[in-house]
């Protein structure tokens, strides 16, 4: 087939060939060129050792660890990743391999691959522009079927390295892809194994199938396969949790809406798509059922917090990720109700932090979303509204720690002017930043003045 690789691409293949070393396009790459997408990694596979490698291109970076050179153009902000054909021996870790040696053909190195569909490889032929697909594992089938199928014996593969089956999951979710029947049982085996893994490269993997353009499916994968239940334990919990109250209206169990506050849910950050997930996980510890029926979850917001850290903290996020994470779920239950006052709106600002306003919406949005509710209300509408209009107003007297009530108190005097140009003048002094903002301060200020 004619196709027009980058330059810099181009390049590589030749110089290799010139030097009567086999080389190939691998991976990702290939997958993508097939399926239309754009390619940000080229991987590469050569006969070449990493030595031969850096004889062509001296300017290389070699990594010890993985046998791989990485060469650079001016242009690209990824490395081109040049790997030697590779063989590798015993997992007895579920992790890596315990032995790799340079292997002799490109069979070989396929075959270590994880799916048929990242094990293709693109072969340049002699004419200008034309490539050459070697698929030695039925990978073309597979895009055509929209299918994830290990390379080999699933079982095998899976129990061999456990992230393989994050990745099975994440790769069917990026391309809209199933798993196939014998695959996916594989994973159902051997879930289990996923805690071998290092819980940042699990999370790696969850973040990129949150990204995707098909995370509720993702998700959906995740539950059926059993690796829900051992990497989030509560949100597994969360299903037939019953909300069903009489006279409220609640279409699904706490599980099911979860999992549809996810699908409803606009925005495409990975985090705020993982907060609106688990957004009621307190939920299934704060169930009671009242005498006449009514099921309440009080307090749910505090615990599903408490369980966000949790799940933050085993999943090693970032602290700025936990930050936001625990605050998304500590807030959602916020009131929106037209007869608040601007301080509680200002209060609600402070709580979620305004760069966290837009996100904190989006999840509420994809709760209604998420319980059959309509996608917005006046009120909700109004208070979206009164948010920007509060941000807009300036520092005023009644921004300030003390009330009248504090003053009149403070000083016995009885209601009247006089408040009110005392509230004033401690206003200017905060202003001037004579005095700080907080009651104590004022208060003492008022003693002295007394
Ligand atoms: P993307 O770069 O879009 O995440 P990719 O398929 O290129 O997807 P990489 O992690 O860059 O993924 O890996 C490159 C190639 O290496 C894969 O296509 C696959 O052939 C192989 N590979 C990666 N991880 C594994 C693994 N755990 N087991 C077996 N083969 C793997
Ligand atoms: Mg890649």
């Not at 315990?98 to 053909?105: I, L, N, Y």
């Not at 693109?122 to 004419?127: G, I, P, S």
């Not at 940042?200 to 990204?211: D, G, N, Q, T």
Request: glycine letters at 6%; one cysteine or more.
């Amino acid at each position: 087939m004619k196709i027009q690789l980058p330059e810099f691409v181009q390049e590589i293949l030749k110089k290799f060939s010139e030097n009567n070393y086999e080389i190939y396009v691998v991976g990702g790459a290939v997958r993508d060129l097939l399926t239309g997408r754009s390619v940000d990694d080229w991987d590469f596979t050569t006969s070449a050792t990493p030595e031969e490698i850096l004889k062509i291109f001296p300017d290389g970076f070699y990594d010890n660890e993985f046998g791989t050179v990485g060469v650079s153009d001016a242009s690209s902000t990824n490395p081109y990743e040049i790997t030697t054909f590779r063989k590798e021996f015993g997992y007895s870790d579920a992790r890596r391999p315990d032995r790799v040696e340079w292997g002799k053909t490109l069979k070989e190195d396929m075959a270590r691959r994880d799916f048929t569909i990242n094990a293709m490889a693109l072969e340049k032929l002699k004419a200008d522009h034309e490539y050459e697909i070697v698929d030695l594992f039925g990978g073309q089938k597979d895009l055509d079927k929209k299918m994830v199928r290990a390379v080999g014996d699933a079982n095998v593969r899976f129990a061999e390295d456990a992230l393989r089956m994050m990745r099975a999951l994440r790769i069917a979710a990026e391309l809209g892809f199933t798993i196939e029947e014998a695959t996916l049982e594989a994973i159902k085996k051997n879930a289990a194994l996923i805690g071998k893994i290092a819980r940042e490269r699990v999370k790696e993997e969850l973040f990129k199938l949150l990204a995707s353009p098909n995370p509720y499916e993702g998700i959906l994968l995740f539950r059926n396969s059993g690796l829900m239940q051992e990497i989030l334990p509560e949100l597994e919990k969360a299903f037939g949790v019953e909300q069903k109250s009489p006279g409220r209206h609640h279409l699904y169990d706490v599980g099911t809406h979860l999992l549809m506050s996810l699908k409803a849910c606009k925005s495409t950050d990975p985090l705020v798509r993982f907060a609106t997930l688990i957004h009621d996980i307190g939920k299934p510890a704060t169930y009671k059922k009242l005498p006449t029926g009514v099921i309440t979850f009080y307090n749910h917001e505090v615990i599903s917090t408490k369980i966000a850290r949790n799940i933050a903290e085993r999943l090693r996020f970032s602290n700025e990720e936990t930050d936001k994470f625990v605050t998304l779920i500590r807030w959602h239950q916020f009131t929106v109700d037209e007869r608040q006052t601007d301080s509680a709106i200002r209060r609600f600002i402070k709580n979620v932090g305004k760069e966290n306003i837009t996100d904190m919406l989006y999840l509420r949005v994809a709760d209604r979303l998420g319980g059959g509710a309509r996608e917005t209300s006046w009120r909700l509408e109004e208070f979206k509204k009164r948010l920007i209009e509060v941000q807009k107003q300036p520092f005023t007297v009644r921004d300030l720690k003390i009330d009248g009530n504090d003053v009149m108190k403070t000083l016995d005097l009885a209601p009247g002017p006089k408040v009110g140009e005392i509230l004033n003048a401690l206003f200017e002094k905060v202003v001037e930043k004579e005095l700080a903002n907080e009651k104590e301060v004022l208060v003492k200020e008022l003693k002295r003045i007394k």
